[in-house]
């Protein structure tokens, strides 16, 4: 009965543990200049492994995600991401690879030698079909052995599909470094495979718009044991003071984030899953305040006011913001034509809805769906959805699986 | 509810004189008797897989056991909770050492969910393989069982919309280490009181969380039932 009643109390336990190694004293890259991002793009493409199939499959897709380059492998979700830099004519890339459905993960440790392609491509001359990008990971912080190749097979013909990653990068349940919801995820959020975020919009008491998944606080998302039940219950400041998120980070405002957006990420979409009708009207606002901005900028930023009941859409009629405000509606396509949406999400237990989301295209409208996390889910609606974008907590899952069936 | 009623009134107070009922204690049953259980279970989801998705709401559970000869039940469960329903057959030989009663077990669970209803057009199913190994032993008509089940999932299949994925790659998936009490609470009417510790991946109780956790979680299931 000690040891039945003992696994109960652990069951409530939940794993936030971060699998993230970084190389002691900053590794090679301390003493190396950064790259450009033209010079790390120069390395986009589909590859062969050559070595390393165990650990990576058969096929991966090497990609520039803001400052950082990815490689998605496919296989359980596996996921590269490096920081580059050049030491004389020799790029060096450092980083982590982990499985973004597992806890496994390690430091990874690739070199392009001066003689071996490095003086070309910072030249700008992009790599051969014989060009093999080379290196060493390890398992967990230990020193990276075993060998990786990758052997450059053909170019990613297609970036502009919409690669959403749910609650700005991802959930806690995947032990990630940065909490979700976070301005730190936001940040995180291309190197894992996407170009835009999904974010989550809720009031505080005093109507300051945040970012936060569920209606309560809860030990699932916040520390601080004064921060329990309701959120509307709690002022902003009080919110500031009382409680941080699972790692350590400020429960960020709209404004913060969308700053973060604009400052530091490339990202071209923001979906705002609006939680409550009572933050639609600032939501609507900031949203305008925010494209202006990115418009004066030169950016391209999409950002959508996402609504998914009925009181939502209600709220925003009432609010007369059909005309002024860009709205991504995850009711019926009548809903979404009722609104004048610019976005159909539907849910993916729907099934691929391709003559829908075909007739929604005609009418110069996307089509997202969400929230898609298994490769066996995913491959369906690449294959057959007519979509424009998918929502999902594993973008280096449909990163891969999208650029490589493309 | 009201055969519930029905049945508890009349084991209650019909003098009924026939050997106390029960079903997980393993001690073999006599050629031909049959006993059955209803009742209630609810099982805690691990908060990270749902978070505020999915509503914890008990399942009903009817279950049945009948005695063969040679020590041997057949063993029937069925459990719904509407959108997720199981329903398990199987055998259990029994052996008995001094006070303490034995058996092996094997089930075989069918289980179906379907969600249609706003954003879902969604059914998955699965077969399930359940070896298990029991001992219990009977403190003065307090019978006390302590069991163990592996779960094998033999097959699982997904429909959403127009499209559908399937496996049919057996896995160990889990194991279910339960206590089961049996006795009588009140003039002759006897319950069972199971506590299961579920150390699984996520299993057909949160199917429609769709969890790509590949982490084995335990899911405590606690049951309590009324014997007849």
């Known amino acids: 009965m000690v040891v039945t009643v003992s696994i109960v109390l652990i069951s409530c336990e939940t794993d936030n543990s971060i699998v993230v190694p970084e190389f002691s004293n900053g590794g090679k890259l301390a003493g190396a200049l950064p790259l450009e991002r033209k010079q790390i793009q120069m390395l986009n493409g589909i590859y062969d492994v050559i070595d390393g199939t165990d650990q990576f499959g058969k096929i991966v897709v090497v990609k520039q995600t803001g400052n950082t380059l990815s490689i998605f492998t496919g296989k359980n979700a596996g996921l590269v991401v490096f920081h580059c830099g050049k030491i004389d004519s020799s790029l060096i890339f450092e980083g982590y690879w982990r499985y973004t459905q597992g806890s496994e993960s390690g430091l990874a440790q690739f070199e392009i030698s001066a003689e071996d392609n490095g003086k070309s491509l910072l030249r700008g001359i992009p790599p051969t079909m014989s060009f093999q990008f080379r290196g060493v990971i390890g398992d967990a912080s230990s020193e990276p052995t075993t060998k990786i190749t990758l052997q450059y097979n053909r170019p990613i013909s297609d970036t502009s599909f919409v690669i959403l990653a749910h609650r700005g990068g991802g959930r806690n349940s995947d032990r990630l470094a940065e909490s979700e919801n976070s301005l730190g995820i936001i940040q995180l959020a291309e190197s894992f495979g996407a170009n835009g975020i999904e974010i989550d919009v809720r009031p505080t008491k005093d109507g300051v718009p945040i970012l936060f998944h569920d209606e309560n606080f809860s030990p699932r998302l916040v520390d601080g044991e004064y921060c329990v039940g309701p959120v509307s219950n709690y002022t902003f400041a009080a919110i500031r003071t009382l409680c941080t998120l699972k790692n350590g980070e400020r429960v960020p405002t709209l404004r913060e984030a969308l700053d973060v957006v604009l400052n530091k990420t490339t990202l071209s979409v923001v979906w705002l899953d609006i939680k409550s009708p009572d933050v639609i009207a600032q939501a609507a606002e900031i949203q305008k305040e925010y494209k202006q901005k990115a418009s004066s900028m030169g950016r391209t930023l999409d950002i959508y006011l996402g609504l998914a009941t009925e009181e939502l859409v209600a709220r925003y009629k009432k609010e007369d913001l059909i005309t002024s405000a860009g709205a991504l509606c995850e009711l019926s396509v009548n809903n979404v034509r009722d609104i004048k949406a610019k976005v159909w999400a539907p849910r993916w237990t729907l099934g691929p809805l391709p003559a829908d989301a075909q007739q929604m295209r005609s009418e110069g409208r996307k089509t997202f769906v969400w929230t898609l996390d298994q490769r066996e889910f995913i491959l369906p609606f690449i294959t057959g959805g007519n979509l424009d974008g998918i929502l999902t907590n594993y973008p280096a899952l449909v990163a891969f699986e999208y650029y490589a069936f493309h | ?228």
């Open chain 2, 1 to 228: 509810m009201m055969l519930l009623l029905f049945f508890l009134f009349s084991r209650s107070y019909s003098g009924d004189n026939r050997s106390d009922p029960y079903i997980s204690y393993p001690r073999s049953f006599e050629e031909n008797a049959l006993h059955y259980s209803f009742g209630a279970s609810i099982t805690i989801f691990p908060r990270f897989v749902v978070e505020e998705e999915i509503r914890q709401i008990p399942m009903v559970n009817f279950t049945a056991r009948y005695g063969l000869p040679s020590n041997v039940s057949l063993t029937l469960q069925i459990s719904t909770v509407f959108i997720t329903n199981v329903v398990s057959a199987g055998a259990m030989w029994s052996y008995r050492i001094g006070n303490v009663s034995l058996a092996l077990t094997d089930d075989f669970s069918y289980w179906f969910g379907f969600a249609d209803f706003e954003g879902f057009d969604t059914k998955t199913m699965g077969l399930m393989n359940r070896p298990g190994i029991s001992a219990g032993i009977d403190i003065d008509a307090y019978k006390i069982t302590a069991k163990t089940e592996m779960l094998v999932l033999l097959s699982q299949h997904t429909y959403f919309g127009s499209a559908s994925v399937g496996r049919l790659k057996p896995e160990i998936s889990g194991i279910v280490s339960s206590i089961i009490l049996e006795q009588d609470v009140w003039k002759s009417t006897f319950m069972s009181f199971a506590l299961r510790a579920n150390y699984a991946r996520p299993n057909y109780q949160v199917w429609l969380a769709f969890s790509v956790q590949d982490k084995w979680l335990l899911f405590p299931d606690l049951q309590i039932s009324f014997l007849f």
